[in-house]
């Protein structure tokens, strides 16, 4: 494997070692924005927040786009590979439509009172 590709734009979330993954990432090189965009506007209109799987059942995308978008808009990885802050940040937990819990996901200055200083992610 030659390693990740040089992105113009911030690196996209990828499994390290995983030809397949790398390609799934470059795919979405060009989609990423618009569907972050989407994911992000859809949280900040979510009066309670929402889980991953609401998420993807609200605006009909799949889990494999949803879950690297939610990782770039909390910011995750070390070192910090996204160029803007930290947008939303997880508290408390709702079950999915599998009848698993989920993570709750609030834009930042949105969150319930309290969970500032206590997000579970």
């Not at 499994?15 to 994911?39: C, F, K």
């Not at 808009?73 to 802050?85: A, F, N």
Request: hydrophobic residues 35%.
């Amino acid at each position: 494997m030659s390693g990740p590709a040089n992105y113009s734009q911030p690196c996209l979330p990828f499994v390290r070692d995983s030809d397949t993954s790398v390609a799934a990432a470059e795919s979405m090189r060009d989609l990423a924005p618009a569907a972050r965009g989407r994911i992000y506007a859809a949280i900040c209109l979510a009066t309670n927040g929402l889980t991953g799987d609401e998420i993807e059942a609200r605006l009909k995308m799949k889990h494999q786009s949803v879950g690297p978008r939610i990782k770039e808009l909390r910011g995750q990885g070390k070192p910090r590979r996204v160029p803007w802050p930290v947008l939303i940040v997880g508290y408390g937990s709702r079950l999915t439509r599998g009848h698993r819990p989920a993570t709750v996901w609030y834009a930042v200055g949105r969150e319930p009172k309290g969970a500032s200083d206590a997000g579970t992610e």
